[in-house]
């Protein structure tokens, strides 16, 4: 037996149906902000951007964005990967002992070295 429209609106009272606005959701990011930050460096007349990835080497972190910072040995002694970091040095840890040793008075012109320095 076939249901005629018009019982079907008879039978449910009409009430305005309320629309709800959705709700937003909190990043779940422990820093919601980092989408928008990143770090430029600069080295032999090139510019990179990286954007930070915590606890990362940020000469890994450029690679795997890639960004081809030149580097060689990965354990700070050659000092080929050496970097000024332009902006977003927030975003980066303190300058290790090897950094500094490497590197000397260049740390406080804001020169680290990309194999050597771990992101915030």
Known sequence: MKKDASARKDSFPSAPIEKKKPQK??????????KNQRI???QKG???????????????AALKQ?????YKCRKGTCGKCAVTVESGK???MPPSERE???LKEQV????RLACQAVTR
């Open 90 to 92: 927030d975003w980066l």
């Open 46 to 60: 090139n510019k990179y951007y990286v954007q930070p990835e915590k606890g990362k080497v940020l000469l890994d």
């Open 66 to 70: 890639s960004q081809d910072v030149d």
């Open 108 to 111: 406080n012109k804001g020169v």
């Open 25 to 34: 959701r909190p990043m779940k990011s422990v820093r919601p902000d980092v």
């Open 40 to 42: 430029v460096l600069s």
């Open 100 to 102: 500094q040793s490497r």
